[in-house]
């Protein structure tokens, strides 16, 4: 099977253990979980290339984000803070653990770039990023993962035009609002409606919104269909993935009531969209083990090209 399928990158980090507020649905058993994942679709013969992500820079985040939300999370801890934001708590970890997380996309785009040709990668990351705005932290999200790998995607002259898929339950409000200080870079989502409470329609230029207000599988489907058509239509030249699996049945935070073929389809269906193209993929949200460690599983060997 190896020699049928191309091999892909995976950025990850043992920092990213290390955030682990009391109370808190976003644990370090998620990132064990995923990256049982990871180990699974090896097994299967898909090729891993594993590195281990460098924390992100200082100019990295600035890309994308106020200097002063930098601060905050870097001296959070010495200040005694108890949260970053509405539902992102702090603990000693969180900075580790988080800069980790968002230094993984450049990681992986340093490596395509070195790599020479289009190639895959996934970045097995927590905490998540999508909900994490220009100045502010917010739900489970301290910095914006997706936002900072497109800007690296631009900057470190992997490609020029960026296209951002999140397919996480909940609308990536976050990125939605870096994408304007990003460059060439478009956003689409698929979403339930609910909290934030973000993405009821597309916006000024290149952002597209489906939301779904009840569970719906062929729905979902369609939602993804019409963003990939959109997104052709703007004639990306690299993706980034903002991979959710709280869309999936019985995620105890999400469940937009669709299957691990429908999540799978939807990955499967960019793949082949876009077969050439350079593709990031970040995790974002997920709360069912079970559930993310079989999508993670699927989800490595779709980006291999592995049926």
Same mark, same amino acid.
């Given at each position: 099977?190896?020699?049928? +399928?191309?091999?892909?990158? *995976?950025?990850?980090?043992?920092?990213?253990?290390?955030?682990?507020?009391?109370?808190?649905?976003?644990?370090?058993? &998620?990132?064990?979980?995923?990256?049982?994942?990871?180990?699974?679709?090896?097994?299967?013969?898909?090729?891993?290339?594993?590195?281990?992500?460098?924390? !992100?820079?200082?100019?990295?985040?600035?890309?994308?984000?106020?200097?002063?939300?930098?601060?905050?999370?870097?001296?959070?801890?010495?200040?005694?803070?108890?949260?970053?934001?509405?539902? @992102?708590?702090?603990?000693?970890?969180?900075?580790?653990?988080?800069?980790?997380?968002?230094?993984?996309?450049?990681? @992986?785009?340093?490596?395509?770039? =070195?790599?020479?040709?289009?190639? &895959?990668?996934?970045?097995?990351?927590?905490?998540?990023?999508?909900?994490?705005?220009?100045?502010?932290?917010?739900?489970?999200?301290?910095?914006?993962?997706?936002?900072?790998?497109?800007?690296?995607?631009?900057?470190?002259?992997?490609?020029?035009?960026?296209? *951002?898929?999140? *397919?996480?339950?909940?609308?990536?409000?976050?990125?939605?609002?870096? /994408?304007?200080?990003?460059?060439?870079?478009?956003?689409?989502?698929?979403?339930?409606?609910?909290? $934030?409470?973000?993405?009821?329609?597309?916006?000024?230029?290149? *952002?597209?919104?489906?939301?779904?207000? &009840?569970?719906?599988? @062929?729905?979902?489907?369609?939602? !993804?269909?019409?963003?990939?058509?959109?997104?052709?239509?703007?004639?990306?030249?690299?993706?980034?993935?903002?991979?959710?699996?709280?869309?999936?049945?019985?995620?105890? !935070?999400?469940?937009?009531?669709? +299957? =691990?073929?429908?999540?799978?389809?939807?990955?499967?269906?960019?793949?082949?969209?876009? $077969?050439?193209?350079?593709?990031?993929?970040?995790?974002?949200?997920?709360?069912?083990?079970?559930?993310?460690?079989?999508?993670?599983?699927?989800? /490595?060997? +779709?980006?291999?090209?592995?049926?």
């Amino acid at each position: 099977m190896a020699g049928s +399928t191309a091999a892909v990158v *995976i950025v990850t980090h043992a920092a990213m253990h290390e955030h682990a507020p009391r109370h808190n649905r976003e644990v370090p058993q &998620r990132l064990i979980a995923a990256l049982r994942g990871v180990a699974a679709a090896r097994r299967s013969g898909v090729v891993c290339e594993m590195h281990n992500a460098e924390p !992100v820079q200082d100019a990295e985040v600035l890309a994308v984000h106020a200097p002063a939300l930098l601060e905050q999370l870097r001296s959070a801890f010495a200040q005694g803070l108890a949260q970053a934001g509405p539902e @992102a708590p702090l603990d000693a970890g969180t900075w580790s653990s988080a800069s980790h997380a968002a230094g993984a996309g450049p990681t @992986a785009v340093r490596r395509l770039v =070195q790599a020479g040709a289009p190639r &895959r990668a996934f970045c097995v990351v927590r905490p998540p990023g999508h909900h994490a705005s220009h100045d502010a932290a917010s739900g489970y999200c301290y910095l914006n993962n997706a936002a900072i790998t497109a800007a690296a995607v631009r900057s470190l002259g992997l490609a020029q035009r960026v296209a *951002i898929l999140d *397919i996480d339950h909940h609308h990536g409000n976050g990125t939605e609002a870096l /994408v304007g200080r990003i460059g060439a870079c478009a956003y689409a989502s698929v979403h339930a409606a609910g909290y $934030p409470g973000t993405g009821l329609r597309d916006g000024a230029g290149a *952002i597209f919104n489906r939301v779904l207000r &009840r569970m719906d599988r @062929a729905a979902w489907r369609q939602a !993804v269909a019409e963003l990939l058509a959109q997104l052709r239509a703007w004639r990306p030249e690299a993706l980034v993935l903002s991979f959710g699996t709280d869309a999936l049945i019985d995620d105890p !935070v999400g469940d937009l009531g669709i +299957t =691990q073929d429908d999540l799978d389809g939807a990955v499967r269906d960019m793949v082949a969209q876009w $077969p050439p193209l350079p593709m990031i993929s970040l995790l974002e949200g997920g709360y069912s083990l079970p559930n993310l460690e079989e999508a993670v599983r699927r989800h /490595v060997r +779709t980006l291999a090209g592995a049926t």
